[in-house]
């Protein structure tokens, strides 16, 4: 089993904590990381203040990474005023002067993040005259092939900016998944998030679930370490995304008690030690501390019997569910039908007794005459060890007779679910020390396993 190094909530803070130190609001990457918070309508776990900054580099609108983060900034929903835009769509003309495809790859279509803020700013941007739309479209169909052996990031960042000025390109092999990066297998994630007909024109969806599995594999087994703020924030977000999913999922599974009821146990098992964990740590750092945040204690003091209240009535429901079930009509000289949780009586005589039924595991239909002693159930009547063994041997007789297959297990389940737990406490206080050689005369041998089976459970379980 392969070692966890980071949690996902340590990966997350990390990942934050980078884009924050690294922030530069004239930075294409960092407005990069702000418009793919902004696609899947996210609040970015950033906070940055960038007004007076932008204003500022109205004067550098013909540099592409000026342009391009002014891009993202209309792509993101800001309306900029009338200088701006005209500032903007000069800036884009100027650009359209120069050439594209210089040999030393120095220009703004070979950086990705650049070439999708300034396509994603043509396409926003009112003021931008149509002859530099085009142009700008051109450089995009021209620049497919030039791009088909670059990075599996580059190529995926320049295709959605194709795909954002309407210009098409062809499909492509996907690389295996083992030889796709960390911040590659984010970045198809996030592509499958925000837009889905891109994701399926590039086969992305399909592998969707890989993608997924394969991003939460990396980020338990090793640190991520991001090199610009564009990659820490598309990993950021699909680590998030797909967290979550899986959480979602699995919380369906969990509050459904009824379809999955195991899950369910573990689920509130693991709420029980985490709840003990934080009383421990607020302990070592609250209680003696010199200072604490105030704020923080008055929300928690808030939020406690909004806990507490849901508890109560969790509990109040399972109480209701488990008296509602608990149920059976046992008729005189009639038969028994047990069927899922209840017992069903076969006709609708009136001459019936009331017991309880409490088990925690399967049972299986059992049809049958109860015949012999009826009054054993009579709540006033003395109980004793003998009893015991006489009412166990009598519900196994009958079981016997209706379902002669059932086996050890269902038959210790169906003596539990027949007996009252009133019923059951003062068998289990008649179980004092010799209690199994006294039972071995009481009941025939091939009872005896069945009998000792439910007695012990109700001993050891406390009565």
């Given amino acids: 089993m392969t070692d966890v190094v980071k949690s996902f909530g340590y990966q997350l803070d990390s990942l934050v904590d980078y884009i924050q130190a690294n922030y530069r609001c004239e930075s294409p990457e960092s407005v990069f990381a702000r418009y793919i918070f902004y696609l899947i309508d996210n609040q970015p776990p950033f906070r940055v203040a960038c007004d007076g900054v932008m204003q500022s580099m109205e004067s550098r609108m013909h540099e592409a990474p000026v342009l391009a983060a002014f891009g993202y900034e209309l792509a993101c929903g800001r309306v900029l005023d009338d200088t701006l835009q005209k500032s903007w769509a000069k800036g884009l003309n100027r650009l359209s002067k120069r050439d594209a495809f210089p040999p030393e790859r120095a220009s ?35 620049g497919e ?56 024109s590039l086969g992305l969806n399909q ?72 009383n ?8 003696g501390a010199e200072t604490h945040d105030e704020h923080f204690t ?5 939020l406690l019997p909004q806990l507490q209240s849901h508890l109560n009535n969790l509990q109040s429901s399972v109480n209701k569910a488990v008296e509602k079930k608990s149920k059976a009509h046992i008729l005189n000289n009639h038969g028994l039908i047990f069927s899922g949780v209840n017992f069903v009586s076969n006709d609708n005589q009136n001459q019936n007794i009331e017991v309880q039924q409490n088990f925690n595991s399967a049972v ?25 063994a006489q009412e166990i041997q009598q519900l196994l007789t009958q079981l016997e007779a209706s379902n002669p297959t059932a086996t050890e297990i269902q038959k210790v389940e169906f003596v ?27 009941l025939d041998n091939k009872f005896l396993n069945v009998a000792i089976a439910v007695l012990e459970g109700w001993k050891n379980a406390g009565g």
């Avoid at 993040?113 to 396409?123: D, F, K, M, N, V």
């Avoid at 008055?298 to 808030?302: A, D, G, H, Q, R």
């Avoid at 059951?424 to 006294?438: C, I, Q, Y």
Wanted: glycine residues 4%; neutral net charge.
């Fill in 364 to 388: 299986y239909g059992v049809a049958g005459k109860v015949e012999g002693n009826q009054n054993i159930f009579v709540s006033e009547q003395k109980q004793t060890l003998a009893e015991a």
């Fill in 145 to 200: 092939q030039k791009l088909a052996n670059s990075e599996f990031w580059t190529f995926i960042v320049s295709w959605y900016a194709a795909q954002k000025l309407s210009v098409p390109w062809k499909s492509i092999s996907l690389p295996l998944i083992e030889n796709i990066t960390v911040d590659e297998l984010a970045l198809v994630k996030w592509i499958c998030t925000c837009d889905l007909n891109l994701a399926t």
């Fill in 416 to 442: 539990k679910a027949a007996i009252a737990p009133s019923r059951k406490e003062r068998f289990t206080s008649a179980l004092n020390a010799g209690w199994k050689e006294a039972i071995k005369e009481l």
């Fill in 108 to 142: 703004f279509f070979f950086q990705p993040i650049q070439l999708l803020g300034i396509s994603l700013g043509a396409s926003a941007c009112q003021m931008v005259r149509s002859e530099d739309k085009r142009w700008l479209q051109d450089v995009l169909t021209r």
């Fill in 280 to 287: 421990e740590q607020f302990e070592s750092n609250f209680i």
């Fill in 207 to 278: 592998i969707e679930t890989e993608i997924e599995k394969e991003l939460l594999h990396r980020s338990l087994t090793a640190s991520i370490l991001p090199y610009d703020v564009s990659r820490a924030a598309v990993v950021h977000l699909a680590l998030k995304t797909t967290a979550e999913k899986v959480f979602r999922h699995h919380w369906l599974r969990y509050s459904q008690p009824g379809r999955y009821p195991g899950e369910t146990i573990n689920f509130l098992q693991v709420i029980c030690k985490e709840l003990s964990r934080m």
């Fill in 298 to 302: 008055k929300e928690l003091l808030e």
